[in-house]
């Protein structure tokens, strides 16, 4: 029962996408089958170089750069959106996979849940 | 009655880019169900939508939408959860 | 092919009331899921949805009192009801133990909802047979 986390919002301006990543990493430290897809403007999560000290935030590349090890299986980013922000693969997190998140993608997962 | 693929629960209006997300990704066995502002999106799914579309009557009598069932099957709060039990996945979008 | 066995629900709710249709959705269609012979196994709120635990909510007298909706729909059926930790401090909902560990002015978590953390979502995801989110519409 794999389950996928949708974040499409971006980082820093609301909390969706952090609490998404709480659920992802709950369900990885339960030893649930979880991957995380980024689509819309919340490909803009896996920017390199994000400083987010500058608004008092907790930056999360460190979190994502740890997710295999936490035990999340994938980090999936739209490809097109990742067009979209400008996002070329240099400028993407290590370990990022592109996929086109198209109904296919979808079935792949029992559960698909949104943190709101 | 056939089984559904996925129930897509959309709450959203049609402005919102999650609503044509949820089109794009809704396949022919599943079934979109419109609430609460994603009931003003109505003909937009059902020109869109390769599989059922459904809208829930309370939400669409709140907001004075009124449709021919044509359109969509209109349904109430004991259909919602009986969709939820004949579908493989609920997505709530 | 009709199957008419009960099941049993998680409902995750994130949508706040008096910003979200959220607690009204989630309510009519737990009721709806009791009156059809289901279970609701618990109901966990997650992200702003932690504010329907609030016992301060004083909307005006012509308008549903969301929070005292839910618990007493909560307490009539012995439905346990979760706010989520990590949401629920970041937006000041308390109950007396973290009132004490945080040397806090007050506590304000309304019975019969506890808080506690995202282990709680991932219990239902595995137990219920089906998990229905609620989102706010923004």
Redesign the interface.
Known sequence: MSTLIVI?QPPYGSWAGREALDMAFSLAAFDQPVSLLF???GVNWLRKGQEPGTIRQKSVEKNLAAAPIFGVEALLADGDDCKRYGLEAEQLLDGVTLVQ???QL??NY?????AG | ?T?IQ?LH?L???PE???FA?CL????PADTILL????VLGLGAASDRASGKVMVLA?DMAARGVNSSAELAEII???R???L???A?????? | ???SSP?S?TLVITGAPYSS?APQ?AL??A???I??G?RVDRVFLYGDGVQLASALASPPSDEPQWPREWSTFLEEHGIPGVACIASALRRGLVDEGEQKRYELPASNLRAPFTIAGLGEWVEGRMSS???????G??
């Open positions: 499409d689509c819309g403007a998140a198209d109904s979808f079935t029992s559960h698909t849940a949104f | 009655m089984e996925t629960i709450n959203k209006s919102h880019p999650r997300r794009s990704i809704a396949g609430i609460e502002n994603g309370p109430d709060y004991e919602m959860v009986e939820t039990t004949r493989q996945q609920v997505i709530s979008w | 092919m009709q199957d099941f629900f249709q959705s009519s269609f009721e709806a899921a009156r059809a289901h047979s089906r998990t229905v989110y609620f989102h519409s923004d």
